[in-house]
């Protein structure tokens, strides 16, 4: 094929993902319930995953700190092979299928926390292996797969199918497949933390300032909500360090 050929046709096949999100949402939805319910108690969102799969978990979880203002240890991303895998494969670390429990206990995972799988196949050891010691410590277990029921599938206890289909290059999980679980990742974090406040309006008022876009971001935010100069904002933004608790000490002097 040409150039435009190849790009014309991995954007067909692309247009075929969201389809295949949409007929996963009562799943979705019964995962996120499940993660809401948990949080509320306390409890920690972990994903766990190899090669591209864990990749995009860490990717999800990496980003709900500096997006929502959470804890770094709320969400947690672990990948097969450890933090060296997710800029170089590590041989044989998807096929260890005890090592994701000794990884999750690295963090004192408990009854309170979800652990989500993540694999395009369904079929990956370490993800699996992971999945079925959480049931058996009575850990919530979700997944991600884009294969019908799949091993991983059936082992977690709150199953997403997103079916994509075969790849434009066979068995490339990092093309439909890997589009379809950011999807739903971002579905699953983007939701979890609106349901526990952590947005208001469409806004991300408890995003962390950490450079001088967000800062502009967040004056205009205190702007847009309370009556007051660019300038003024400013001042309570670098008081407060923070839009929410910006806005409510400017509402409680009122």
Not at 18 to 46: D, H, N, S, W, Y
Not at 69 to 87: E, L, S, W, Y
Not at 103 to 120: K, S, T
Request: aromatic share 4%; hydrophobic share 40%.
């Amino acid at each position: 094929m040409s150039i435009t050929e190849l790009l014309t046709n991995i954007n067909q096949e692309d247009k075929t993902v969201p389809l295949a999100v949409e007929k996963a949402l009562p799943q979705i939805e019964t995962l996120v319930t499940q993660i809401v319910a948990k949080m509320k108690l306390g409890g920690r969102l972990f994903y766990i995953g190899a090669g591209t799969s864990g990749r995009l978990g860490v990717v999800d979880a990496s980003e709900c700190p500096p997006t929502f203002g959470v804890p770094f240890d709320m969400v947690v991303g672990i990948i097969a092979g450890g933090d060296t895998a997710i800029r170089r494969a590590v041989e044989n670390a998807e096929d260890n299928a005890t090592q994701a429990w000794k990884d999750l206990q690295e963090y004192h995972i408990n009854e309170n926390d979800v652990v989500v799988g993540i694999a395009a196949s369904g079929t990956t050891p370490y993800v699996i292996g992971g999945l079925q010691a959480c049931n058996k410590n009575k850990v919530i277990t979700g997944s991600i797969s884009c294969n019908a029921e799949s091993p991983l599938s059936q082992t977690a206890k709150f199953p997403i199918d997103v079916v994509v289909g075969p790849e434009f290059i066979t068995g490339s999980s990092r093309m439909k497949a890997g589009t379809a679980q950011k999807m739903v990742l971002n579905m699953i974090s983007t939701a979890t933390m609106i349901q526990l406040g952590k947005v208001k309006g469409n806004k991300m008022v408890d995003m962390q300032l950490s450079n001088s876009k967000l800062v502009d971001r967040g004056i205009k935010m205190i702007m847009g909500e309370i009556p007051v100069s660019y300038k003024e904002a400013a001042e309570l933004l670098d008081m407060h360090r923070n839009v929410r608790k910006a806005i409510d000490f400017y509402n409680t002097k009122q």
